[in-house]
Protein backbone atom coordinates (compact mmCIF):
# COMPACT_ATOMS: atom_id res chain seq x y z
CA UNK A 1 0.00 0.00 0.00
CA UNK A 2 1.26 3.40 -0.54
CA UNK A 3 2.84 5.60 1.95
CA UNK A 4 0.50 8.47 3.14
CA UNK A 5 1.16 11.52 4.21
CA UNK A 6 2.94 11.81 7.12
CA UNK A 7 5.24 14.92 9.29
CA UNK A 8 8.91 14.22 8.21
CA UNK A 9 9.86 16.48 11.52
CA UNK A 10 13.29 15.52 13.29
CA UNK A 11 12.56 12.28 11.05
CA UNK A 12 16.81 12.11 10.90
CA UNK A 13 16.69 12.69 15.06
CA UNK A 14 14.03 9.67 15.23
CA UNK A 15 16.25 7.59 13.11
CA UNK A 16 19.48 8.03 14.86
CA UNK A 17 17.45 7.50 18.18
CA UNK A 18 16.22 3.78 16.77
CA UNK A 19 19.62 3.24 15.90
CA UNK A 20 20.88 3.94 19.42
CA UNK A 21 18.05 2.02 21.00
CA UNK A 22 18.88 -0.96 19.14
CA UNK A 23 22.92 -0.88 19.47
CA UNK A 24 22.13 -0.90 22.99
CA UNK A 25 20.20 -3.37 23.23
CA UNK A 26 22.67 -5.53 21.25
CA UNK A 27 25.20 -4.40 23.46
CA UNK A 28 22.78 -5.03 26.44
CA UNK A 29 21.79 -8.73 25.68
CA UNK A 30 25.29 -9.45 24.96
CA UNK A 31 26.66 -8.15 28.66
CA UNK A 32 23.59 -10.20 30.59
CA UNK A 33 24.07 -13.39 28.23
CA UNK A 34 27.77 -12.98 29.41
CA UNK A 35 26.42 -12.64 33.05
CA UNK A 36 24.46 -15.38 32.83
CA UNK A 37 27.21 -17.67 31.95
CA UNK A 38 29.58 -16.45 34.25
CA UNK A 39 27.32 -17.11 36.83
CA UNK A 40 26.10 -20.18 35.89
CA UNK A 41 30.02 -21.71 35.29
CA UNK A 42 32.64 -19.24 37.78
CA UNK A 43 30.45 -18.27 40.95
CA UNK A 44 27.38 -20.16 41.29
CA UNK A 45 27.70 -23.90 39.25
CA UNK A 46 24.77 -25.43 41.29
CA UNK A 47 22.31 -22.32 41.08
CA UNK A 48 19.37 -23.73 40.02
CA UNK A 49 17.46 -20.60 38.36
CA UNK A 50 20.46 -21.02 35.79
CA UNK A 51 19.95 -24.87 35.28
CA UNK A 52 18.90 -24.05 31.42
CA UNK A 53 22.09 -23.58 30.54
CA UNK A 54 23.72 -27.03 29.96
CA UNK A 55 26.87 -28.40 31.72
CA UNK A 56 30.34 -27.57 29.56
CA UNK A 57 33.90 -27.22 30.33
CA UNK A 58 35.64 -23.70 30.65
CA UNK A 59 36.98 -23.83 27.33
CA UNK A 60 33.69 -23.57 25.66
CA UNK A 61 32.62 -21.22 28.17
CA UNK A 62 35.51 -18.67 26.99
CA UNK A 63 34.59 -19.49 22.86
CA UNK A 64 30.88 -18.81 23.73
CA UNK A 65 32.15 -15.54 25.99
CA UNK A 66 34.33 -14.61 22.82
CA UNK A 67 32.02 -15.32 20.24
CA UNK A 68 28.73 -13.22 21.75
CA UNK A 69 31.59 -10.49 22.36
CA UNK A 70 32.21 -10.53 19.16
CA UNK A 71 28.83 -10.54 17.66
CA UNK A 72 28.00 -7.79 20.09
CA UNK A 73 30.89 -5.33 18.99
CA UNK A 74 30.10 -6.35 15.11
CA UNK A 75 26.32 -5.27 15.66
CA UNK A 76 27.62 -2.11 17.71
CA UNK A 77 30.05 -0.95 15.27
CA UNK A 78 27.76 -1.80 12.45
CA UNK A 79 25.42 0.06 14.12
CA UNK A 80 27.26 3.07 14.41
CA UNK A 81 28.39 3.21 11.12
CA UNK A 82 25.17 3.83 9.70
CA UNK A 83 24.74 6.23 12.19
CA UNK A 84 27.61 8.30 11.01
CA UNK A 85 26.73 8.14 7.51
CA UNK A 86 22.79 9.42 8.53
CA UNK A 87 24.71 12.14 10.22
CA UNK A 88 27.34 12.90 7.21
CA UNK A 89 24.48 12.49 4.33
CA UNK A 90 22.20 15.10 6.54
CA UNK A 91 25.28 17.38 7.29
CA UNK A 92 25.94 17.17 3.51
CA UNK A 93 21.90 18.07 2.72
CA UNK A 94 21.94 20.32 5.06
CA UNK A 95 25.22 22.51 4.02
CA UNK A 96 23.99 22.25 0.67
CA UNK A 97 20.14 23.25 1.22
CA UNK A 98 21.87 26.41 3.62
CA UNK A 99 24.19 27.13 0.30
CA UNK A 100 21.11 27.24 -1.91
CA UNK A 101 18.58 29.08 0.32
CA UNK A 102 21.18 31.93 0.14
CA UNK A 103 21.24 31.64 -3.39
CA UNK A 104 17.61 31.92 -4.08
CA UNK A 105 17.57 34.71 -1.83
CA UNK A 106 19.69 36.52 -4.13
CA UNK A 107 18.42 36.10 -7.84
CA UNK A 108 15.73 38.80 -8.21
CA UNK A 109 14.19 37.08 -11.81
CA UNK A 110 11.51 34.89 -11.08
CA UNK A 111 12.17 32.53 -14.46
CA UNK A 112 15.52 32.24 -13.24
CA UNK A 113 14.59 31.37 -9.44
CA UNK A 114 12.17 29.02 -10.72
CA UNK A 115 15.03 26.74 -12.69
CA UNK A 116 17.44 27.12 -9.82
CA UNK A 117 14.83 25.61 -7.18
CA UNK A 118 13.57 22.39 -9.68
CA UNK A 119 17.83 21.97 -10.53
CA UNK A 120 18.54 22.04 -6.80
CA UNK A 121 15.62 19.84 -5.94
CA UNK A 122 16.27 17.19 -7.89
CA UNK A 123 19.97 17.23 -6.83
CA UNK A 124 19.14 17.30 -3.22
CA UNK A 125 16.96 13.80 -3.75
CA UNK A 126 18.59 12.67 -7.23
CA UNK A 127 15.31 12.42 -8.74
CA UNK A 128 14.94 11.42 -12.40
CA UNK A 129 11.92 13.71 -13.08
CA UNK A 130 10.52 16.73 -11.72
CA UNK A 131 8.20 20.25 -12.13
CA UNK A 132 7.03 23.29 -10.93
CA UNK A 133 3.76 24.60 -10.72
CA UNK A 134 2.63 27.65 -9.88
CA UNK A 135 -1.46 28.69 -9.00
CA UNK A 136 -3.21 30.75 -11.79
CA UNK A 137 -6.77 31.42 -10.36
CA UNK A 138 -8.51 27.89 -9.48
CA UNK A 139 -5.35 26.09 -11.77
CA UNK A 140 -2.01 24.79 -11.36
CA UNK A 141 0.13 25.68 -14.45
CA UNK A 142 3.55 24.12 -15.65
CA UNK A 143 6.13 26.09 -15.26
CA UNK A 144 9.43 24.41 -15.42
CA UNK A 145 9.36 20.39 -16.25
CA UNK A 146 12.84 17.90 -16.31
CA UNK A 147 12.00 14.77 -18.02
CA UNK A 148 10.82 13.20 -20.84
CA UNK A 149 9.37 15.39 -23.11
CA UNK A 150 9.17 17.70 -20.90
CA UNK A 151 8.62 20.94 -23.64
CA UNK A 152 5.04 19.19 -24.16
CA UNK A 153 3.93 20.12 -20.25
CA UNK A 154 5.27 23.99 -20.23
CA UNK A 155 2.18 25.90 -19.88
CA UNK A 156 -0.29 22.93 -19.49
CA UNK A 157 -2.81 23.49 -16.71
CA UNK A 158 -4.26 21.50 -14.36
CA UNK A 159 -7.46 21.94 -12.06
CA UNK A 160 -6.63 22.70 -8.27
CA UNK A 161 -7.74 19.06 -6.88
CA UNK A 162 -6.93 17.09 -9.62
CA UNK A 163 -4.15 14.41 -9.56
CA UNK A 164 -1.17 14.24 -6.92
CA UNK A 165 -0.11 17.76 -7.31
CA UNK A 166 -4.07 19.13 -7.88
CA UNK A 167 -4.38 17.20 -4.17
CA UNK A 168 -1.46 18.64 -2.19
CA UNK A 169 -2.15 22.07 -4.05
CA UNK A 170 -5.74 21.79 -2.33
CA UNK A 171 -4.79 20.42 1.19
CA UNK A 172 -1.61 22.47 1.92
CA UNK A 173 -0.02 19.37 2.75
CA UNK A 174 3.53 17.51 1.46
CA UNK A 175 2.85 13.94 -0.14
CA UNK A 176 5.00 10.86 -0.15
CA UNK A 177 3.87 8.00 -2.55
CA UNK A 178 6.22 4.86 -3.15
CA UNK A 179 4.32 3.42 -6.05
CA UNK A 180 1.59 5.47 -7.22
CA UNK A 181 -0.22 2.87 -9.32
CA UNK A 182 -2.13 2.12 -5.66
CA UNK A 183 -3.27 5.28 -4.66
CA UNK A 184 -6.42 6.81 -6.05
CA UNK A 185 -4.88 10.25 -6.08
CA UNK A 186 -2.60 9.78 -9.02
CA UNK A 187 -4.00 10.82 -12.83
CA UNK A 188 -2.12 9.19 -15.46
CA UNK A 189 -3.66 11.70 -18.00
CA UNK A 190 -0.06 13.37 -17.77
CA UNK A 191 2.13 10.51 -18.09
CA UNK A 192 -0.27 9.26 -21.24
CA UNK A 193 0.78 13.04 -23.19
CA UNK A 194 4.45 12.32 -21.99
CA UNK A 195 4.77 8.84 -22.36
CA UNK A 196 6.99 8.81 -18.84
CA UNK A 197 6.02 5.94 -16.41
CA UNK A 198 5.88 7.66 -12.79
CA UNK A 199 6.53 5.20 -10.20
CA UNK A 200 7.26 7.05 -6.75
CA UNK A 201 6.22 10.67 -5.76
CA UNK A 202 7.69 13.13 -3.00
CA UNK A 203 4.82 16.37 -3.68
CA UNK A 204 5.28 19.35 -1.21
CA UNK A 205 3.37 22.64 -1.16
CA UNK A 206 5.19 26.44 -1.86
CA UNK A 207 3.16 28.06 0.48
CA UNK A 208 2.70 31.47 2.34
CA UNK A 209 1.08 33.31 5.05
CA UNK A 210 -2.10 33.97 2.81
CA UNK A 211 -1.89 30.35 1.28
CA UNK A 212 -0.26 27.89 -1.22
CA UNK A 213 0.98 29.45 -4.50
CA UNK A 214 2.04 26.28 -6.45
CA UNK A 215 3.61 23.01 -5.77
CA UNK A 216 7.15 20.89 -6.22
CA UNK A 217 6.77 17.32 -7.62
CA UNK A 218 9.52 15.02 -7.99
CA UNK A 219 9.11 11.73 -9.87
CA UNK A 220 11.03 8.51 -9.67
CA UNK A 221 14.49 8.74 -7.19
CA UNK A 222 17.09 6.95 -8.60
CA UNK A 223 18.21 3.19 -8.35
CA UNK A 224 14.60 2.56 -7.69
CA UNK A 225 14.63 3.49 -3.74
CA UNK A 226 11.37 4.86 -2.35
CA UNK A 227 11.83 8.51 -1.12
CA UNK A 228 12.10 8.52 2.59
CA UNK A 229 11.36 10.65 5.23
CA UNK A 230 14.53 13.16 5.52
CA UNK A 231 14.02 13.55 1.55
CA UNK A 232 10.30 14.97 2.42
CA UNK A 233 11.55 16.78 5.42
CA UNK A 234 14.54 18.83 3.50
CA UNK A 235 12.45 19.33 0.22
CA UNK A 236 9.87 20.69 2.47
CA UNK A 237 12.43 23.15 3.99
CA UNK A 238 13.41 23.91 0.60
CA UNK A 239 10.10 24.73 -0.70
CA UNK A 240 9.28 27.24 1.83
CA UNK A 241 12.06 29.31 1.57
CA UNK A 242 11.65 29.26 -2.13
CA UNK A 243 8.01 30.33 -1.69
CA UNK A 244 9.32 33.31 0.13
CA UNK A 245 12.04 33.85 -3.16
CA UNK A 246 9.13 33.66 -5.26
CA UNK A 247 7.14 35.90 -3.99
CA UNK A 248 10.04 38.49 -3.37
CA UNK A 249 10.57 38.29 -7.01
CA UNK A 250 7.33 39.19 -8.02
CA UNK A 251 7.03 42.11 -6.42
CA UNK A 252 10.40 43.08 -7.72
CA UNK A 253 8.97 42.27 -11.25
CA UNK A 254 5.64 44.25 -10.31
CA UNK A 255 8.29 47.37 -9.09
CA UNK A 256 10.41 46.90 -12.23
CA UNK A 257 6.87 47.01 -14.53
CA UNK A 258 5.65 49.86 -12.27
CA UNK A 259 9.01 51.75 -12.88
CA UNK A 260 9.09 50.93 -16.64
CA UNK A 261 5.40 52.21 -17.21
CA UNK A 262 6.11 55.51 -14.69
CA UNK A 263 9.18 56.43 -16.85
CA UNK A 264 7.04 56.27 -19.84
CA UNK A 265 4.23 59.03 -18.52
CA UNK A 266 7.35 61.07 -17.68
CA UNK A 267 9.33 60.92 -20.88
CA UNK A 268 5.52 61.41 -22.71
CA UNK A 269 4.72 63.97 -20.51
CA UNK A 270 8.54 65.69 -21.27
CA UNK A 271 7.89 65.49 -24.70
CA UNK A 272 4.23 67.16 -24.77
CA UNK A 273 5.33 69.57 -22.30
CA UNK A 274 8.90 71.15 -24.21
CA UNK A 275 8.49 69.67 -28.06
CA UNK A 276 11.56 71.22 -28.59
CA UNK A 277 12.85 67.88 -26.52
CA UNK A 278 10.71 65.14 -28.25
CA UNK A 279 12.68 61.97 -28.17
CA UNK A 280 15.71 63.89 -26.67
CA UNK A 281 15.67 61.65 -23.49
CA UNK A 282 16.16 58.71 -25.13
CA UNK A 283 18.52 59.56 -27.49
CA UNK A 284 20.90 60.50 -24.93
CA UNK A 285 19.76 57.42 -23.36
CA UNK A 286 21.40 55.66 -26.50
CA UNK A 287 24.47 57.47 -26.42
CA UNK A 288 24.62 56.49 -22.87
CA UNK A 289 24.50 53.26 -23.41
CA UNK A 290 27.01 52.92 -25.77
CA UNK A 291 29.46 54.65 -22.99
CA UNK A 292 28.21 52.21 -20.67
CA UNK A 293 29.40 49.15 -22.79
CA UNK A 294 32.47 50.52 -23.45
CA UNK A 295 33.15 51.26 -19.57
CA UNK A 296 32.51 47.60 -18.84
CA UNK A 297 30.06 49.06 -16.54
CA UNK A 298 28.25 46.37 -14.52
CA UNK A 299 24.14 45.64 -15.53
CA UNK A 300 23.42 47.52 -12.49
CA UNK A 301 25.42 50.61 -13.41
CA UNK A 302 24.15 50.10 -16.63
CA UNK A 303 20.55 49.88 -15.28
CA UNK A 304 20.80 53.45 -12.88
CA UNK A 305 22.84 54.87 -15.91
CA UNK A 306 19.73 54.33 -18.41
CA UNK A 307 16.95 55.53 -16.38
CA UNK A 308 19.13 58.76 -15.07
CA UNK A 309 19.67 59.41 -19.12
CA UNK A 310 15.99 59.06 -19.87
CA UNK A 311 14.90 60.90 -16.63
CA UNK A 312 17.51 63.83 -16.41
CA UNK A 313 15.23 66.97 -18.01
CA UNK A 314 12.32 65.60 -15.56
CA UNK A 315 12.42 69.04 -13.80
CA UNK A 316 11.35 70.67 -16.82
CA UNK A 317 8.08 69.01 -15.97
CA UNK A 318 7.51 71.56 -13.37
CA UNK A 319 8.84 74.98 -15.17
CA UNK A 320 6.44 77.10 -17.42
CA UNK A 321 7.13 75.70 -20.93
CA UNK A 322 7.17 79.28 -22.02
CA UNK A 323 10.34 80.15 -19.79
CA UNK A 324 11.70 76.97 -20.12
CA UNK A 325 14.58 78.51 -22.56
CA UNK A 326 15.66 81.22 -20.00
CA UNK A 327 18.59 81.43 -18.35
CA UNK A 328 17.49 81.37 -14.88
CA UNK A 329 14.39 79.00 -15.34
CA UNK A 330 16.51 76.84 -17.12
CA UNK A 331 19.28 76.36 -14.74
CA UNK A 332 16.67 75.27 -12.28
CA UNK A 333 15.83 72.18 -13.88
CA UNK A 334 18.50 69.67 -12.61
CA UNK A 335 18.00 70.51 -8.83
CA UNK A 336 13.84 70.39 -9.82
CA UNK A 337 14.22 67.08 -11.28
CA UNK A 338 16.51 65.96 -8.54
CA UNK A 339 13.96 66.56 -5.94
CA UNK A 340 11.26 65.26 -7.74
CA UNK A 341 13.13 61.84 -7.92
CA UNK A 342 14.46 61.57 -5.22
CA UNK A 343 11.45 60.48 -2.60
CA UNK A 344 10.46 57.60 -5.22
CA UNK A 345 12.55 54.91 -3.63
CA UNK A 346 13.98 53.22 -7.05
CA UNK A 347 14.38 56.46 -8.34
CA UNK A 348 16.92 57.58 -5.41
CA UNK A 349 19.80 55.87 -6.77
CA UNK A 350 19.50 58.32 -9.77
CA UNK A 351 19.06 61.75 -8.05
CA UNK A 352 22.18 62.48 -7.92
CA UNK A 353 23.23 62.10 -11.54
CA UNK A 354 20.00 64.25 -12.54
CA UNK A 355 21.22 66.57 -10.01
CA UNK A 356 24.74 66.95 -11.24
CA UNK A 357 24.57 66.82 -15.20
CA UNK A 358 24.77 70.03 -15.66
CA UNK A 359 28.39 70.13 -13.76
CA UNK A 360 31.58 71.38 -15.68
CA UNK A 361 34.78 69.55 -15.32
CA UNK A 362 36.50 72.66 -14.70
CA UNK A 363 33.82 73.34 -11.40
CA UNK A 364 32.21 76.43 -13.65
CA UNK A 365 28.70 74.56 -13.50
CA UNK A 366 25.29 74.18 -11.59
CA UNK A 367 23.88 73.80 -9.52
CA UNK A 368 27.17 73.04 -7.00
CA UNK A 369 29.84 74.03 -8.73
CA UNK A 370 31.32 70.55 -8.50
CA UNK A 371 34.70 69.38 -10.37
CA UNK A 372 36.76 67.02 -11.94
CA UNK A 373 35.93 63.60 -10.57
CA UNK A 374 33.80 64.87 -7.35
CA UNK A 375 30.99 65.04 -10.57
CA UNK A 376 29.28 61.38 -10.35
CA UNK A 377 30.93 59.48 -13.58
CA UNK A 378 27.46 58.72 -14.47
CA UNK A 379 26.55 62.54 -14.63
CA UNK A 380 29.61 63.74 -16.62
CA UNK A 381 28.22 60.89 -19.36
CA UNK A 382 24.76 62.24 -19.35
CA UNK A 383 26.44 66.19 -19.92
CA UNK A 384 29.00 64.63 -22.95
CA UNK A 385 25.57 62.82 -24.45
CA UNK A 386 23.14 65.54 -24.28
CA UNK A 387 25.37 68.34 -25.58
CA UNK A 388 26.15 66.39 -28.42
CA UNK A 389 22.07 65.30 -29.47
CA UNK A 390 21.13 68.89 -28.44
CA UNK A 391 23.96 70.05 -31.57
CA UNK A 392 23.00 67.16 -33.81
CA UNK A 393 19.03 66.61 -33.55
CA UNK A 394 16.77 68.46 -35.66
CA UNK A 395 14.13 68.97 -33.19
CA UNK A 396 16.75 70.24 -30.80
CA UNK A 397 15.96 73.87 -29.89
CA UNK A 398 19.20 75.12 -31.72
CA UNK A 399 20.08 75.34 -34.96
CA UNK A 400 21.46 71.39 -35.65
CA UNK A 401 24.96 70.77 -36.86
CA UNK A 402 26.82 68.28 -38.74
CA UNK A 403 28.12 64.73 -36.97
CA UNK A 404 31.47 66.07 -37.64
CA UNK A 405 30.98 69.73 -36.59
CA UNK A 406 29.41 68.28 -33.29
CA UNK A 407 32.44 65.82 -32.94
CA UNK A 408 34.56 68.94 -32.85
CA UNK A 409 32.75 71.10 -30.50
CA UNK A 410 33.06 68.74 -27.63
CA UNK A 411 36.53 67.66 -28.32
CA UNK A 412 37.70 71.68 -28.28
CA UNK A 413 35.64 71.85 -24.66
CA UNK A 414 37.28 68.44 -23.69
CA UNK A 415 39.04 69.05 -20.88
CA UNK A 416 36.85 72.35 -19.45
CA UNK A 417 33.78 71.92 -19.89
CA UNK A 418 33.54 67.98 -20.29
CA UNK A 419 35.69 65.49 -18.89
CA UNK A 420 38.59 64.72 -21.29
CA UNK A 421 38.62 61.02 -21.03
CA UNK A 422 35.04 60.62 -21.52
CA UNK A 423 35.34 62.50 -24.72
CA UNK A 424 37.85 60.72 -26.42
CA UNK A 425 35.67 57.82 -25.50
CA UNK A 426 32.54 59.00 -27.04
CA UNK A 427 34.14 60.33 -30.11
CA UNK A 428 35.72 57.32 -30.84
CA UNK A 429 32.93 55.23 -30.18
CA UNK A 430 29.81 57.14 -31.14
CA UNK A 431 29.26 56.89 -35.28
CA UNK A 432 26.62 58.59 -37.50
CA UNK A 433 24.38 55.78 -37.89
CA UNK A 434 24.12 55.97 -34.06
CA UNK A 435 22.10 59.38 -34.90
CA UNK A 436 18.38 58.72 -35.01
CA UNK A 437 15.27 60.66 -34.80
Same mark, same amino acid.
Given at each position: ?5 R????S ?8 I ?9 V ?8 L??V ?58 T ?56 I??GK??AG????T ?23 G ?10 L ?7 G ?29 I ?5 R???D ?8 ? @??? =? +? &???? !? /?P *????H?R???? $?SN ?10 Q??KRL ?25 M???K????M ?14 L???E??D ?10 ? @??? =? +? &?RI? !? /?? *? ?9 ? $????V ?16 F ?19
Open positions: MAEENSAKHVIREITEKRLSVAVIAFILTLFAVIKYYLPSATYLNFLPDISVTVIVTIALILALIGLFYSTRISLQMVRIIRDYANRLEKILSIRDLREEIYGDILLEKIMDSALAITNSDAGSILLMDSDTLVFKIVRGQKAETLIGTAGKGIWVAQGEPLRLKDVSRDGRFNPDIDTLTYRTKSVLCVPKITSGVIVIELLNKRGGYPYRERDEEIITYLAEQAASIIKTFFEQKNYEIHLT @DML =L +E &AIDY !H /I *EKRGSRVAR $YIMAKCLNMTEEKYFASLLHDVGFLKINSDNAFKKEEYRHPVGYEIKPINFYADIAPFIYHHRFGHGYPGQLAGE @DIP =L +E &AI !H /IA *EAFDAMVSTTS $YRVPSFTEAVEELKRKSGTQDQELVELFVSNVEPQHIKP
